[in-house]
């Protein structure tokens, strides 16, 4: 009798929320803007490069009681993602992920903006969004149908990726405005794709575009963002503080 009224009693206060918090079971899913390339403290991880500073982690740190699987792995692509799903629990209640950049040829447009000329930079961009409208979509229903055929009960989150540049912005050397611009409207292609096709899933879209503003490249703070950078890997990729203020913060906004 004792018990239960010290359960009623918990309840009305509002200390049901720790219960819910404990039982929570959270995975992240994707590419390297959810493993964390950029922001350091890399662990035993290797390759995969899984910060203790990924919005992921964040997020694990701050809800006490989560059991927390960490998957995400530099360079993944759609298939690795769906390889990434068989290893994820079923009783997953949270499922966090980026995915569709490596797929797109997100590497290869930087290196053909970087070294090539405006037009070429453009051409490439172009060819990148065409895959992204007409092939990608496909192989997103195909990762997001699994990860909610593995983990029925969970609640499905995919967030985007950031606009790189400020354009005009401060920078004075480096790529020209007209390539800064290109490769902005490819993430911008791919967010509307990406949203589109988790909202048919039923899942939910948290956009991080509007997070960096203010701090991309060539904007005035220029802080969430690596530009050129060594290792090499790490350019074009969230800083420590483009994982918690471009990608944590919108997250707990979007769930808690």
């Keep these: 009798m004792c018990a239960a009224l010290g359960v009623a009693l918990a309840t009305s206060l509002g200390f049901a929320s720790a ?14 803007y959810s493993s964390g390339v950029g922001a350091g403290s890399y662990g035993d991880s290797g390759s995969c490069k899984r910060s203790a500073n990924s919005y992921g982690q964040l997020w694990a740190n701050a809800h006490s009681g989560t059991n927390f699987t ?6 993944a692509r759609t298939g690795d993602v769906l390889n990434q799903i068989s290893s994820m629990p079923s009783n997953a209640t949270l499922i966090t992920l980026t995915v569709g950049g490596n797929d797109a040829g997100f590497t290869d447009v930087i290196k053909t903006c970087t070294l090539g000329s405006d037009q070429t930079c453009v051409d490439r961009v172009n060819t990148a969004k065409t895959y992204v409208q007409n092939t990608l979509p496909g192989l997103l229903d195909k990762v997001y149908s699994a990860a909610k055929s593995k983990a029925p009960g969970a609640q499905l989150v995919v967030l985007s990726y950031p606009r790189f540049y400020t354009v005009p912005g401060s920078c004075n050397v480096g790529l020209s405005d007209t390539k800064r611009s290109a490769i902005n409207s490819g993430a911008d292609t791919l967010a509307s794709v990406l949203s589109s096709r988790v909202s048919a899933a039923g899942g939910k879209f948290v956009d991080v575009r509007s997070a960096f503003v203010g701090h991309n490249i060539c904007s005035s703070a220029s802080d969430y963002l690596h530009s050129l950078t060594w290792p090499v890997d790490e350019s074009y990729h969230p800083t420590a503080a483009g994982q918690r203020g471009g990608y944590y913060s919108p997250l707990t906004s979007a769930i808690g």
């Design 19 to 32: 219960a819910s918090a404990a039982s929570q079971n959270y995975v992240a899913l994707g590419d390297s």
């Design 70 to 75: 960490f998957l995400a792995c530099s360079g």
